[in-house]
């Protein structure tokens, strides 16, 4: 075994121990709990960059093979998968068994691919700002505070690596459960009620999704009579049972997938969330506190696009592209033009943001449901952009709300003259959503136009969507321009507070905000080396999608 | 290597960036007022590049394939799918002109600029924009693919964006900004979108060349339309065209030097040479190419008809920028393939975007010298007589106005000439729309004699007449110090004399040909430019017109000073319709503005009450339920009892009626 191996180890139960410990130092030696969740963070970053880069220097060429009905070679194996891999019946998988269910085994099988790397170290960035930007503004109970916050990172760092579709179950469950009792202990006012919202309406979404889970499982093994709850092997025996061309076989595969499919999207169209799907989002945000703000943002919502990307496309490739397609697209559309609507009527600057954020995840999921390289690899891009945008932008309003007690747009104005510096990187941050090339958002965004463009010419009727889609670049940027205009421009009124002057931007402020300022740029710049790692697994997906769109016109040909 | 551009392209933007990046980092802490030194740093270097270039490309061989320009690939910026964009530069004919134009204006605005901006609280942050500005354009005449221009295009927004709300505090300077920021954006979206278009119709290829060579043989005429219009849509956001030229006059809030360099001599010149660099696509799309001269004249006509009757002096030439932008893409618009004009047409659009650079920052810088007289005051109502109070600032004003105006021998003249005869010659009978392009001559005429009138208004009322200062200005307006003179000296030199060089000699136009134009356009867009040599009938007639306007002007403002008011009276209903710039503001606000903010208050509600009120409907049906049921559990035994009986009663009934 390897030492990178260990590193999945270490950031999966690094924060965990830090929890424990944490929550072990009781109430009263706050600064200790606080010094400790930092340095627990920050190792978790550091790991995550070696694990990036000890990834990215692997050399993974994959070439899809020509004709659709060759069989699909086991290549959706992550790499760095902890345990020694079995030779048994599986390809591949590990020996670190769960739970032994007759022929099968539940296992604790965790990996690294394309598409989960950076959302790994997504997750591992944005922990150390949101430990800092709590620093000052939680006072109670904060080693139970630092504790599920930790716990929290765990629960998502398990989601993002767990190639076991039970593991990846219990991991998206259970990363509720922390942000339940964020919410609900250092919420606003309406705490109570916002968690329970979230938590019951995801988890209502979510108990379907495992109905969804087990069918597909059951599906394969009735089938094929292997009993496996690996992802990757799922994977390609429901890719392999697709390509039998048997009419038997394909209508009962299609009707599996339907059922498959519908009880996935359930679950996980909440979690994203698409329209109508969305009302416990702008609640929750608004009742957080910042750090949980930031996380639901930043990695809760990418939970939900991420089983799109890792179980709904290739385990139900057919009915993703002949029902999934249409009907997600046009929710995410009328989700990027409804976000903005709402998000511009809004006084609230959180609320706004939160409904950006459904706005910025409609161009997303629309882009991963173009079912092309380009616009699959576009939505990638763009889950990690809004997690460093829209993850600043909570941040900076966190810093703003410290100050002054009040998040309400008509209670500031022309805060620029008075803290300058504060004003310089909220316009950042603004310009990183908006997409401005040069930042992350442009390369992303752009992508996904692209993608959603060239499904809708190359196989749809007509560049519609895209051309829906696109209003969204004018739209994201009124809004957002407009809070500027009400925020930081125009005569300075600033909201009535006791005590010594406002100071602008901490040094400890400055450490939440110049690291993702950094990827912000780096990512706009230099986008290459991200999009070359994914682009095999990338490749991958869109090569069931397009396995898919074979069959379809066979199916259209035959019933000619 | 110096003879050689591809080693030095990239530091054309590099410079001008690195400035803005230590001044925005060390400006506020360290430079403080010393920032202006990295930026006309920057600036000149970039200038002195330029220059090199221009002289590099001239040296080129123009018959080799591609050899009439250099590219540089420097890395991949993203790849992903289908989409590839490298981060990849070229140099042509066309690029060094621009290139030379914006460095060498951009130059001596930031000179200007110490003395405007002296003491300001934001001067660092002004030359940090200003430099990011430079980068921003001259990366955005460089690009060698639509990605990389679409980037730079949004990077120069985003600076004007900035620096017309340089005062955010005033609310003026702040709306001003988003509206600039939001209506720009609008046209971007077109612009994108025909990017995208290109992109899958081209064969997922973004590169000039590669795009202009697929288009020589792509087949579906009307797609091809589309996609000039839609590209013509951005240009129509960001050159300020009618009906998205309402962002332009309000722009005006910022500091003069950038009214100067970015809403006057160089960014929203951007759409012109989007267009022109286009023209292998315009030109195969007639029916695009004369929508695009219908909207130019168009927007000449209307902009000099605002024009006439604003009172404020930066407004005024915001209008004549805006119609002049209208005189360049009326050439462009006239250039079609019908016509075999595209050659000609481009280089006339193109001389006048040269030179309309130069009297118009002259002019700008002319009313910022002004406003830095009279403490901030533009408001011609409040002052007149400048002419002995501000020597300096009259004389170079004057050249500018004679140049705007179209004055003979002067550089305007030149370059509209070259328009005009170009839309007359696409109007002679026979060819593709030719009597819409006649009626598009005599539009453009009008506009020459509107110029020359509101030109000389503007003159007049600022420099004639007696002596006037608003008392903002105290008791010691005087003339601006030399660090600010001395580019308009400059200018005024180039606004005089850059036609009278360039002009009837040809060079510009030779040059251009030779380096862009002949290598890159398809043979049958081309005729020989000898067939076209200066048109005297034209220059004759225009000139007349133009003369007629300045003497209107001379004669209203000067001689009866009095008959101006007496005419608005007379005219009420028209005075007032060109004063309230055609009601266009006040009709976009209220069909525009304001129904998208009532819709959006209306999605507010809409998504509190009904989309969550069914949510939590949805959550109260367990509880529905179960109080519906809740009777059953009442706690009595007897109850019970009867209702077990039933069960096992039903029980057996349904077994033995089985």
Request: charged share 10%; hydrophobic share 50%.
């Amino acid at each position: 075994m390897e030492f990178e191996h260990y590193l999945l180890h270490v950031l999966l139960a690094l924060p965990l121990v830090g929890a424990i410990v944490v929550a072990l130092q009781g109430p009263k030696r706050q600064t200790a709990v606080r010094r400790i969740s930092l340095g627990v963070s920050l190792v978790i970053a550091f790991c995550s960059f070696i694990l990036a880069g000890r990834f990215m220097a692997l050399e993974r060429p994959w070439t899809a093979p020509q004709k659709p009905t060759e069989r699909i070679s086991t290549t959706f194996q992550p790499e760095f998968v902890p345990g020694l891999k079995s030779t048994a019946l599986h390809d591949a998988g590990t020996d670190w068994d769960l739970i032994p269910l007759g022929a099968g085994t539940v296992q604790f099988y965790l990996g690294v691919d394309g598409i989960n790397l950076f959302l790994i170290v997504l997750t591992a960035v944005l922990f150390p700002p949101c430990v800092l930007i709590s620093w000052n503004q939680v006072h109670e109970r904060v080693n139970e505070f630092y504790a599920w916050l930790l716990a929290l990172q765990t629960c998502v760092l398990g989601v993002f690596m767990a190639f076991d579709i039970v593991l990846f179950y219990v991991f998206f469950e259970l990363s509720l459960v922390p942000l339940f009792f964020l919410i609900g202990i250092w919420g606003g006012p309406e705490r109570r009620y916002a968690a329970r919202k979230f938590f019951v309406y995801t988890l209502t979404g979510s108990l379907l999704t495992l109905l969804g889970i087990m069918g597909v499982v059951l599906a394969v093994y009735s089938r094929t009579h292997v009993l496996t709850f690996s992802i990757p092997e799922l994977v390609v025996l429901v890719n392999q049972q697709l390509a039998i061309q048997d009419s038997e076989s394909r209508a009962y595969w299609l009707s599996i997938q339907m059922v498959v499919f519908s009880l996935l999207v359930a679950g996980f169209a909440v979690k994203v969330p698409l329209v109508p799907f969305h009302t416990w989002l702008p609640l929750a945000h608004v009742e957080a506190p910042t750090a949980g703000s930031v996380d639901l943002a930043g990695l809760l919502l990418k939970i939900g696009v991420y089983g799109f990307l890792r179980l709904c496309i290739p385990l139900t490739p057919d009915v993703s592209l002949a029902w999934g397609l249409p009907l997600v697209t046009v929710l995410a559309v009328i989700g990027i033009i409804y976000g903005a609507f709402c998000a511009y009527a809004q006084d609230d600057v959180k609320k706004l943001i939160a409904y950006s954020s459904i706005s910025h995840l409609g161009l997303c999921m629309a882009a991963v449901y173009s079912l092309t390289a380009t616009g699959l690899a576009g939505g990638l891009f763009q889950m990690v952009n809004h997690g460093l945008s829209t993850g600043l932008l909570f941040l900076l309003i966190g810093m703003l709300y410290e100050r002054y007690h009040t998040r309400m747009l008509q209670d500031y104005s022309g805060m620029a003259t008075r803290l300058p510096l504060f004003g310089f990187c909220l316009m950042f941050a603004v310009l990183s959503s908006v997409g401005l090339p040069g930042l992350n958002g442009f390369v992303g965004e752009a992508l996904c136009f692209f993608g959603i463009m060239e499904e809708e010419t190359t196989y749809g009727g007509g560049p519609f969507f895209a051309v829906v889609a696109l209003s969204g670049m004018v739209l994201g940027a009124w809004y957002l321009i407009t809070m500027v205009r009400r925020l930081l421009f125009g005569p300075l009124k600033e909201p009535h507070h006791d005590g010594p002057a406002i100071p602008d931007m901490e040094p400890r402020e400055w450490a939440t905000f110049l690291p993702l300022a950094a990827l912000c740029l780096l990512l706009g710049l230099y986008p290459h080396p991200f999009l070359a790692t994914s682009q095999p697994d990338v490749d991958r997906l869109a090569h069931l999608a397009d396995a898919a769109r074979q069959r379809q016109q066979q199916d259209v040909q035959a019933r000619r | 290597m110096f003879s050689d551009p591809r080693y030095y392209l990239w530091l054309i933007p590099a410079l001008p960036l690195l400035a803005a990046a230590v001044i925005g980092v060390l400006g506020k802490a360290i430079l403080r007022d010393r920032s202006h030194w990295l930026c006309i740093g920057g600036a000149i270097g970039a200038c002195i590049l330029s220059f090199m270039t221009l002289s590099a490309v001239s040296g080129l061989e123009g018959d080799r394939i591609d050899g009439h320009r250099c590219i540089r690939i420097y890395y991949t910026w993203f790849h992903a799918g289908n989409v590839d964009i490298p981060f990849s530069l070229q140099a042509d004919g066309l690029t060094a002109v621009m290139l030379v134009t914006v460095t060498f204006i951009g130059s001596l605005i930031a000179i200007y600029s110490v003395g405007y901006m002296h003491g300001d609280p934001g001067f660092p942050r002004f030359f940090a924009a200003v430099s990011l500005f430079l980068a921003s354009m001259t990366l955005l005449v460089l690009a060698n693919n639509f990605i990389v221009l679409f980037a730079a295009w949004e990077g120069v927004g985003l600076c004007s964006y900035l620096l017309v709300g340089f005062w955010y505090a005033k609310p003026s300077a702040a709306d001003a900004a988003r509206k600039a920021f939001l209506v720009t954006r609008l046209g971007d979206v077109g612009l994108f979108l025909g990017i995208l278009l290109i992109w899958v119709n081209f064969g997922y290829s973004l590169e000039y060349d590669v795009v202009f060579e697929r288009a020589r043989s792509f087949d579906n005429h009307g797609l091809l339309v589309v996609i000039c219009l839609l590209l013509f849509s951005g240009a129509v956001g960001k050159s300020a065209q009618f009906p998205l030229h309402v962002w332009l006059p309000d722009a005006m809030e910022g500091p003069s030097p950038v009214s100067a360099l970015i809403h006057a001599a160089t960014m929203v010149t951007a759409g012109v040479y989007l267009v022109a660099r286009c023209t292998p696509l315009f030109g195969q799309a007639p029916e695009a190419q004369l929508v695009v001269a219908c909207i130019a004249a168009g927007t000449a006509l209307l902009a000099a008809l605002i024009a006439l009757t604003q009172s404020d002096l930066k407004r005024v030439l915001a209008y004549s920028t805006i119609s002049q932008l209208g005189y360049m893409f009326l050439a462009l618009g006239s250039g079609t393939m019908d016509h075999r004009l595209a050659a000609v047409a481009v280089t006339a659009a193109i001389f006048h975007l040269f030179t309309h650079a130069f009297f118009k920052a002259l002019l700008f810088l002319g009313a910022g010298s002004v406003m830095h007289a009279m403490g901030g005051i533009i408001d011609m109502r409040r002052f007149s007589g400048l002419r002995r109070l501000l020597p300096v600032t009259h004389w170079t004003f004057l050249c500018g106005a004679g140049a705007l105006a179209g004055i003979p021998l002067l550089s305007g003249f030149w370059s509209k000439d070259e328009i005009l005869a170009v839309t007359k010659q696409a109007g002679q009978p026979g060819s593709f729309a030719s009597g819409i392009y006649l009626l598009l001559f005599f539009i453009g005429v009008a506009t020459a004699g509107l110029t020359g009138f509101y030109t000389f208004r503007a003159y007049f009322l600022t420099f004639w007449g007696e002596e006037k200062v608003p008392h903002e200005a105290g008791h010691h307006a005087h003339e601006s110090p030399p660090v600010m003179t001395l580019p308009l000296c400059v200018l005024a030199v180039g606004a005089v004399g850059a036609g009278l060089v360039f002009g009837p000699t040809g060079w510009f136009g030779g040059f251009l040909e030779e380096h862009w134009v002949n290598p890159e356009f398809p043979r049958r867009l081309l005729s020989d430019r000898a067939e076209h040599a200066h048109d005297y009938l034209v220059m004759l007639f225009s000139s007349i017109v133009a003369l007629t306007g300045v003497g209107a002007a001379y004669w209203m403002y000067v001689r009866q000073p009095a008959l101006a008011d007496s005419l608005a009276r007379a005219w009420t209903g028209l005075y007032e319709l060109s004063r309230n710039k055609f009601y266009l503001d006040d009709f976009f606000y209220s069909m525009i503005v304001k129904p998208l903010t009532v819709l959006a208050l209306l999605a507010r509600v809409v998504d509190q009450y009904i989309v969550d009120g069914l949510v939590d409907l949805v959550g109260q049906v367990p509880a529905f339920i179960g109080y519906a049921v809740r009777p059953v559990q009442n706690g009595l035994v007897q109850f019970y009892a009867l209702l077990m009986a039933l069960g096992v009663g039903g029980f057996f009934l349904a077994i033995l009626l089985r």
